[in-house]
Every structure is written in structure tokens, then in C-alpha cells.
């Protein structure tokens, strides 16, 4: 699905938005609640400028619209591969828009993640993972690495790889198995306003991806051991 259509569906004509290059910004009504919309289109590749575009409208929205909702609009195809960007810092850059998500988590907006095509790798991870819950439409396509690049990393076989992937969701690329995994809160589909009213209605902004996870078998360990730790701290 394509941004103009995503918007459409979410909020019908009451939207205004801007387009820098793959940089998508503005401000949406949903009821009588006016959400900031932050995010990227086309697949875009996540460099050190379209991170500081994202970064500066996270903190405009902080500064000039205090407690407004903001959604990130989640098409990426990860971190730019460009040995500029690399030179300059890109960790830092990407490192920076985390951060500012997290100081619009801790001054009182309620940040919502949508992946509505696709997110790869640190794109994925400095806005969608950063938020206090994160969806997907089911036709989003997710994943950190390929499994031909996660054997080269890891040394294990492709073959090794796509048998175990069969079973356990952190080997598999794919949305269900972030969903699984506890990444992706819920799915979107039908009726996307209401999904989104219903996101905004939840107060809480607990961490639930570890318990998620465990809930639905998708990583199995990782809340136990947490717990583990607060309790020998």
C-alpha cells in the first residue's frame, strides 16, 4: 500500500502533509483528536540527512504541539550503504532520532509505529521499535537480515538456517514472526481508523514485547531472563 492510500484509509481527507524527497511529515485529524504524522516512503534508505529530517520533526512536534499523538509511518529499506553517510557517523544519526522518539515518549505523546510496507534493519529499529507500540498491516514485509546474510554472520548454513526459521520465529524473516516475537503489537486490518483509535485509547506504555513474546511462543526466554535480572539487581 502507498502512502496517499494509507492516509486515505486512516483519516479520509483530513490530512495535510508534506513531501521532502522520501520525507513525509504533517498533521492529521482523527475525531477530535489532531495526531503529527513523521515518516518515510518509497523504501526509503534511512542516511544521516532523511534521519535528522525525522529527528527535527520529532522535536518540533515536542516543542510546539505538547502531548500531540504522533504516528511513524514506517517504508524503509534500512540504513543507507553509502560509504558518505558511513564517514559521517549514520550510527549517531539514527542514534539521535531513537532518542528523540524516546524524549517524545517521556514528555507525554503517545508515539504509535506503523509498518505499512516495508522496514528493514536499523530504520526499522531507531523508529518502529522505539515506539511505544508498534503495528503492521498484513501485507508488510519485516526482517533485520536475509538468511544468505545471516550466514555469512553467523557461520551457520543457509540450509541449517531455513530448517530451524520452520520453527523458531528469531531465524525467519516475515511479519507474523514479528508478531510472534512480540516486535509487532497486532496487525492491522479492515477498518484502520478504528485500529488506530483503539492504539491511541490504550494508556498503557509498558514494554510488553518480552511478555509478548513468551505469550505467543516467539521468544521463549527472553521475559524470564529479564525478570532474573531486576531480581538479583
Given at each position: 500500500?502507498?502512502?496517499?492510500?494509507?492516509?486515505?484509509?486512516?483519516?479520509?481527507?483530513?490530512?495535510?502533509?508534506?513531501?521532502?524527497?522520501?520525507?513525509?511529515?504533517?498533521?492529521?485529524?482523527?475525531?477530535?483528536?489532531?495526531?503529527?504524522?513523521?515518516?518515510?516512503?518509497?523504501?526509503?534508505?534511512?542516511?544521516?540527512?532523511?534521519?535528522?529530517?525525522?529527528?527535527?520533526?520529532?522535536?518540533?512536534?515536542?516543542?510546539?504541539?505538547?502531548?500531540?499523538?504522533?504516528?511513524?509511518?514506517?517504508?524503509?529499506?534500512?540504513?543507507?550503504?553509502?560509504?558518505?553517510?558511513?564517514?559521517?557517523?549514520?550510527?549517531?544519526?539514527?542514534?539521535?532520532?531513537?532518542?528523540?522518539?524516546?524524549?517524545?515518549?517521556?514528555?507525554?505523546?503517545?508515539?504509535?509505529?506503523?509498518?505499512?510496507?516495508?522496514?528493514?534493519?536499523?530504520?526499522?529499529?531507531t523508529s518502529g521499535l522505539i515506539a511505544d507500540a508498534c503495528y503492521a498491516l498484513p501485507e508488510a514485509e519485516i526482517r533485520v537480515m536475509r538468511i544468505p546474510a545471516m550466514a555469512r554472520v553467523t557461520k551457520i548454513s543457509e540450509e541449517r538456517l531455513r530448517e530451524l526459521s520452520q520453527?523458531?520465529?528469531?531465524?525467519a524473516p516475515g511479519v507474523a514472526n514479528y508478531v510472534a516475537m512480540g516486535g509487532v503489537r497486532a496487525l492491522w486490518s479492515g477498518d484502520l481508523a478504528a485500529e488506530l483509535r483503539a492504539a491511541l485509547a490504550d494508556p498503557s506504555t509498558e514494554d510488553r514485547r518480552a511478555l509478548d513474546g513468551a505469550a505467543r511462543g516467539g521468544r521463549k526466554l527472553a521475559a524470564a531472563v529479564a525478570q532474573r535480572v531486576l531480581d538479583a539487581a
Open positions: 500500500m502507498d502512502g496517499l492510500t494509507l492516509l486515505d484509509r486512516l483519516f479520509g481527507s483530513a490530512h495535510d502533509t508534506q513531501r521532502d524527497g522520501d520525507f513525509i511529515h504533517g498533521s492529521a485529524r482523527l475525531d477530535d483528536q489532531v495526531v503529527a504524522l513523521i515518516g518515510t516512503v518509497d523504501h526509503a534508505p534511512i542516511g544521516i540527512a532523511l534521519a535528522l529530517k525525522q529527528a527535527r520533526a520529532v522535536l518540533d512536534t515536542i516543542a510546539r504541539d505538547p502531548g500531540r499523538p504522533i504516528l511513524l509511518l514506517i517504508d524503509t529499506q534500512g540504513q543507507m550503504l553509502r560509504r558518505r553517510d558511513e564517514l559521517l557517523g549514520i550510527h549517531r544519526a539514527m542514534a539521535h532520532l531513537g532518542c528523540c522518539i524516546d524524549l517524545a515518549r517521556r514528555e507525554g505523546h503517545r508515539v504509535i509505529g506503523l509498518v505499512y510496507d516495508q522496514a528493514l534493519s536499523g530504520g526499522f529499529i520453527a523458531n520465529p528469531v531465524f
